[in-house]
């Protein structure tokens, strides 16, 4: 059997999701569910492959101002696909509540970056830098949940009970802890 090429398979699966957005499935459709899985696939096999292609497919690109569409991704591929793979945690109401282009979603990658050092170098997620970035965080998560904090819970549930909705996001679990910590000692609670 000839294994397969997370570089040929990219294609074939992009121009999947196309055909399926042009014949209007629904996100919730078994069709669209098992593309969101095979994408979801495909990008854990392509972070071990070629990491270098990561970035290319993993949505992070989506959240650079004027960055072009990649081999036929763009933005309303990738809001089909989130689409799809929050289909089983929000509502079709809710999802569609959900803004994900916001300008301070478009700092996330530069705050989780941040983050990320702040995490590496062993700081405390009481500090007040890592407190900072803990602000920002929060502020695009108000954004992106248009302040309605029923809506910001579901989807904080929904994260810590399926982290692979992060994937391509930054956010691993190791960050997501750290995230957690700097919440809890914002709240008062030890670090």
Not at 90 to 111: A, M
Not at 119 to 142: F, H, T
Not at 160 to 187: F, I, M, Q, W
Request: glycine share 6%; charged share 30%.
């Amino acid at each position: 059997m000839q294994e397969r090429n997370v570089r040929d398979e990219w294609p074939v699966l992009i121009a999947a999701m196309r055909n399926a957005m042009e014949r209007q499935l629904s996100p919730r459709g078994q069709a669209v569910q098992v593309l969101a899985r095979h994408w979801m696939d495909l990008l854990r096999r392509t972070a071990v492959e070629a990491p270098e292609l990561l970035h290319e497919y993993d949505g992070t690109r989506r959240l650079e101002p004027g960055c072009p569409s990649t081999g036929g991704i763009d933005i309303e591929m990738l809001d089909f696909l989130s689409a799809a793979l929050w289909a089983k945690h929000l509502t079709p109401d809710e999802s569609n509540r959900l803004r994900t282009n916001g300008p301070r979603q478009r700092e996330w990658p530069r705050v989780l970056y941040a983050l990320r050092e702040e995490m590496n170098r062993g700081a405390s997620a009481a500090s007040p830098a890592v407190q900072a970035l803990l602000r920002q965080w929060e502020s695009g998560l108000d954004e992106l949940t248009a302040g309605d904090l029923e809506l910001r819970h579901k989807w904080m549930t929904a994260v810590r009970s399926d982290p692979a909705l992060l994937t391509g996001s930054g956010v691993d679990t190791r960050l997501h802890n750290y995230l957690r910590r700097a919440r809890l000692a914002k709240e008062g609670w030890a670090a």
